[in-house]
């Protein structure tokens, strides 16, 4: 009988453990599922928040080419998303060149890297969009610029083209090209030679005396100059003075659009001088350009403020480059102007050895003048305000 009854208990427990282990593991499934579903709703609510914040930030108008100005969006999205890119349309070099002669379509190249330095996750855009073509009749273009051409060619327009592309790649601000007519960058040295093109401009830059655009009257896009009149903040550079900074500048109704703009100007110089183009230039050299086209000084000049290591700046050297730093006598210069200089530790080395911008601490310097200068314009308002009341 004892047999019988330990039988049936030990039939009774092992269900009884069977049914709990199955409430058990329905439970862990479900709360499986249940974190899953928390965690996404968290990525959710922090997605929304962040663009939210991201939302409210300054509006900042960048105007430039070639990677210093793409380099510059990737700081400048982590603090805001009310951003205009501004890019020159003259490159003419490699896979953008190309598409110009064959195709009569402005260059993709720097629009391109804008677009991808913009989105919102650009880890596998950069390595798709950024893909070249080692082979073939396709042999140097990148699949991002074939792809700027085909939105080109189904939307008609190049501005529209772009436009699907903002939208496509869900972009923190919009990247807007300084004009949609087909330019060419021209200059004459001070010995009276002509220069034509970006390609020779960049071999005669050091010696150039004048710059400008052909054909004349170039008109920019609308889009531009109200993005600047509406801008909190007006950031030229960094990148090559005369073939990515200046041709924005040369455009008809931006450089006065600029300096009548109650927004800051800030001038991002380069962290070193380029060969040939800006050979034996200083800072004042740099700003004293940008002076002559926009007819007006910056506001503000930011520039790097650490040398380089031994290493790195012999090899620069070597190529002709030398480090962009402000003396004590432009300090007194800049001070006499009224040009606010503001100097810090801008530079980060990459892994092939290659200085660059380092694009968060950039960005920060600038947000830090944006809400300074809109601090000041609240203070005057508000004082007006207590005027008119009393």
């Known amino acids: ?38 965690k996404e709703r968290y990525k959710d609510v922090y997605f929304s928040a962040s663009r939210q914040r991201l939302s409210l930030g300054p509006y900042i108008v960048a105007l430039g080419g070639g990677t210093g100005l793409s380099t ?30 064959e195709w009569g379509m402005l260059p993709p190249g720097d629009i391109r890297n804008c677009l991808l330095a913009l989105a919102e996750d650009d880890s596998s855009l950069n390595r798709l969009l950024n893909f070249r073509f080692d082979r073939g009749e396709l042999a140097g273009h990148s699949l991002g610029n074939l792809l700027l051409l085909a939105a080109t060619e189904i939307a008609g327009d190049f501005r529209k083209g772009i436009e699907e592309l903002n939208y496509m790649l869900a972009i923190r601000g919009q990247v807007l090209p300084v004009t949609t007519e087909s330019i ?13 093109g970006e390609l020779n401009i960049t071999n005669y830059g050091s010696s150039l005396e004048e710059i400008w655009l052909e054909p004349k009257g170039v008109k920019p896009l609308p889009e531009v100059l109200n993005a600047i009149s509406n801008a909190d903040l007006i950031v030229l550079g960094p990148g090559s003075l005369f073939t990515s900074v200046i041709p924005n500048l040369l455009v008809e109704k931006v450089a006065n659009a600029i300096v009548t703009s109650p927004a800051p100007v800030v001038y991002v110089c380069n962290l070193m001088t380029q060969p040939l183009e800006t050979e034996g230039f200083t800072v004042l050299d740099h700003v004293r350009w940008i002076a002559k086209v926009l007819r007006g000084f910056p506001d503000f000049v930011v520039v790097n403020a650490m040398s380089l290591p ?41 892994e092939e050895g290659a200085v660059r911008h380092n694009s968060v601490k950039l960005a920060e310097c600038l947000i830090r003048i944006a809400r300074s200068a809109r601090e000041r314009e609240i203070w005057k308002e508000s004082i007006q305000f207590s005027g008119m009341s009393g």
């Open 72 to 101: 510059l969006l990737k700081g400048l999205k982590c603090f805001t998303r009310n951003i205009t890119a501004v890019v020159t349309v003259t490159d003419e070099g490699g896979s953008s060149g190309r598409l110009r002669q």
């Open 310 to 350: 031994e290493e790195i700046s012999s090899k620069y050297t070597a190529a002709g480059s030398m480090p962009l730093l402000v003396t004590p006598e432009e300090k007194e210069r800049f001070k006499k102007i009224g040009i606010d200089l503001i100097e810090d530790k801008l530079y980060e080395i990459s």
């Open 184 to 196: 060419c960058l021209v200059g004459r040295t001070k010995n009276g030679v002509r220069v034509e």
């Open 1 to 38: 009988m004892s047999s019988l009854v330990s039988f049936f208990a030990g039939i009774f427990l092992g269900g009884a453990v069977a049914y709990l282990f199955s409430r058990r593991t329905s439970n862990i499934q479900r709360d499986s599922k249940t974190g899953d579903k928390i």
